[in-house]
């Protein structure tokens, strides 16, 4: 089993920037894939980032390529979502996502939250105007 734990949400205006920090505990000697995805009230769940462990390759969703990076300490076995350039339309629950699976890592590496094993519960990110 993966544990994962968010933290560094918070509110931040329009044109901030804000790191969030995954941290992954339990189970985590097996290559696995880990990402990110956020949630608005009535939406779907979109992916926003993820990288493949194997050979660190990484994917962004277009409405935030360029503004969002996923740095990774393997070490700590931590993953950050660093945002700048934040837009109100980026307000949203940001959650991470972590799986060991071909399919769950497949869903991560195409940004589709379906079929993924692990989440964490969440961290809120409000961007106002």
């Known amino acids: 089993q993966v544990h994962l734990v968010e933290s560094g949400g918070c509110s931040v205006q329009a044109g901030g920037s804000l790191r969030l920090s995954c941290v992954a505990s339990?189970?985590?000697?097996?290559?696995?894939?880990m990402g990110w995805f956020r949630q608005a009230p009535g939406q779907e769940r979109e992916g926003v980032a993820s990288v493949f462990i194997s050979d660190d390759s990484r994917e962004y969703t277009d409405s935030v390529a360029g503004r969002f990076t996923i740095p990774k300490d393997n070490a700590k076995n931590t993953l950050y979502l660093q945002m700048s350039s934040l837009k109100p339309e980026d307000t949203a629950m940001y959650f991470c996502a972590a799986d060991r699976t071909p399919s769950g890592c497949r869903n991560l590496r195409t940004l589709r939250p379906g079929t993924i094993d692990y989440w964490g519960r969440g961290t809120q990110v409000t961007v106002s105007s």
């Open positions: 339990g189970d985590t000697t097996r290559r696995y894939c």
